[in-house]
Nanobody, 120 residues
Framework: QVQLVESGGDLVPAGGSLRLSCAAS????????MGWHRQVPGKERELVAI???????AYGDSMKGRVTISRDNAKSTMYLQMNSQRQDDTPVYFC??????????????WGQGTQVTVSS
């Protein structure tokens, strides 16, 4: 079992910056991909960014150029630095971890989400 806890969601002014954190606990695996997704009520969850254990990253189109994803494997924590916040950046942000189990079966876990509100 893996538990993911997001933190850092807050009220931020338009144009401001914010850093989200996702702390993972429980069983950890060598080949994990962690990621941030976001969702507005009534809409599908969309990818913000993912990062593999070796540090390679990929970004979704919605926030590309305004966010940086990173992870500290020693602390089992992932971060999302968000800059130049816009009012449409006000969904709930979710942390995700996925990968193959040692037996080869896939696994995936989600955090409960953290709310970011961008004010005008």
């Amino acid at each position: 079992q893996v538990q993911l806890v997001e933190s850092g969601g807050d009220l931020v002014p338009a144009g401001g910056s914010l850093r989200l954190s996702c702390a993972a606990s429980g069983v950890t695996y060598d080949t994990t991909t962690m990621g941030w997704h976001r969702q507005v009520p009534g809409k599908e969850r969309e990818l913000v960014a993912i990062i593999n254990r070796d540090g390679t990253t990929a970004y979704g189109d919605s926030m590309k150029g305004r966010v940086t994803i990173s992870r500290d494997n020693a602390k089992s924590t992932m971060y999302l630095q968000m800059n130049s916040q816009r009012q449409d950046d006000t969904p709930v942000y979710f942390c995700n971890e996925n990968g193959p189990l040692p037996c080869g079966s896939p696994y995936e876990y989600w955090g409960q989400g953290t709310q970011v509100t961008v004010s005008s």
